[in-house]
């Protein structure tokens, strides 16, 4: 007897003839065949810059360690061979701050550096109070070169450097000041000069060229007679100190000669207006450079942009993206040089808080000055 075949009742009927008819190559039917997972770009793209922000911020935070020795050449015009070379280093906002053990980092850094001078251009100790950063610092510079002096001068952010309150001890000067003076620093309250073969280089501040010492004589004699009529020790210290200071700047300005060598410490930086207009004849016109901080080159700063904000009312925009050579680097103005320094120190309240260094190594500068005839 001829049996009907029976119908088999394996899955792979499915792949006959009568129930494949309906597929197609390009498009086979959803329920037969699993569907292909899409895959997301904008996932992977992110993944990898997220990757990429930790590798930079990882690679920027060991570096911010460490401090960069920046070397500059400033000329100078009219200067003679005799100053050919010399060095000062300049040291800005520390904030505070120690770079490993007493300034170990700095140490290192600046280790077999010639330098003849070092110049401190404020904001050393800051509003954090801090002064012994500052101290370790001086203690590693005197050690590293016994023979170069070391001058500094206030920043907007330092306690301020002398008041009556501080007179106690006999001196106007606060606790900080008087420890970098027992350290072999020294506040520049009035010009120092330095002779070579005849010619002067005279290491001031901005504000000494341009007082006017007979104005401030008869006021600093008035405070000085009302502090004996009261009695007061500490009043009539800080009247002395004021008189003092006052004639060791007359007697500096006299001894000036036009064919000197004149550099200014300021910690913040002076406007274009103060450089670029001074008096004809006047000792601002004479100025060759001016350093000066205050800004930490912008903190943020990006590859062949500079910085992003600095906060100055000076600046166009309110500071947004003001260039990569303002206030940070040697620039010239007029017939100045300014050299800002970015500083080593951290923010400390003069940018918002989530600012920090980026693409912004903290910076020890070491200018050598060389003869120009322009």
């Not at 494949?20 to 329920?31: I, K």
């Not at 002096?149 to 330092?158: L, R, S, T």
Request: with cysteine; aromatic share 12%; proline share 8%.
């Amino acid at each position: 007897m001829n049996r009907r075949p029976v119908k088999s009742r394996s899955g792979y009927d499915s792949f006959s003839p009568r129930h494949t008819a309906h597929f197609t190559v390009d498009q086979p039917d959803g329920h037969f065949f699993e569907p292909r997972r899409k895959r997301r770009p904008g996932l992977l793209i992110l993944l990898f810059l997220l990757a990429f922000a930790a590798l930079l911020l990882s690679i920027n935070f060991v570096r911010d360690q460490f401090v960069h020795v920046a070397h500059v050449s400033v000329p100078i015009r009219g200067m003679n061979e005799s100053f050919e070379g010399y060095t000062i280093l300049h040291l800005s906002d520390l904030k505070g701050t120690y770079f490993g053990t007493n300034q170990s980092f700095l140490r290192t850094a600046l280790k077999n550096k010639h330098f003849d001078i070092v110049a401190l251009t404020g904001d050393m100790v800051s509003s954090r109070g801090n002064a012994q950063p500052l101290y370790a610092l001086i203690d590693m510079l005197r050690e590293l070169n016994p023979d170069a002096p070391i001058y500094f001068i206030p920043g907007d952010a330092d306690p301020t450097p002398t008041s009556m309150t501080y007179a106690q001890g006999g001196s106007p000067f606060a606790p900080w000041v008087l420890g970098a003076h027992q350290r072999g620093a020294q506040l520049l309250s009035s010009p120092v000069s330095f002779e070579r073969d005849g010619q002067k280089l005279w290491l001031t501040t901005s504000a000494l060229l341009n007082l006017d010492l007979d104005t401030m004589q008869g006021q600093f004699e008035m405070q000085y007679f009302k502090a004996l009529e009261s009695g007061d020790e500490n009043e009539i210290e800080l009247s002395k100190y004021n008189l003092n200071w006052l004639e060791n700047t007359r007697t500096a300005r006299t001894a000036m000669k036009e064919n000197d060598i004149y550099i200014s410490l300021t910690h913040v930086p002076p406007t274009d207006e103060e450089l670029l207009y001074a008096p004809p004849g006047s000792l601002s016109s004479r100025l060759h450079l001016v350093l000066c901080g205050h800004y930490l080159g912008g903190l943020v700063r990006l590859p062949g942009l500079g910085p992003i904000f600095m906060p100055s009312k000076n600046l166009p925009l309110y500071g947004l993206f003001p260039g990569k050579d303002t206030y940070c680097g040697l620039i010239k103005k007029g017939s100045t040089y300014l050299y800002d320094s970015p500083g080593l120190g951290s923010n400390d309240g003069l940018y918002p808080p989530f600012f920090f260094r980026f693409f912004n190594p903290p910076t020890a500068t070491l200018l050598s000055l060389t003869p120009s005839s322009l």
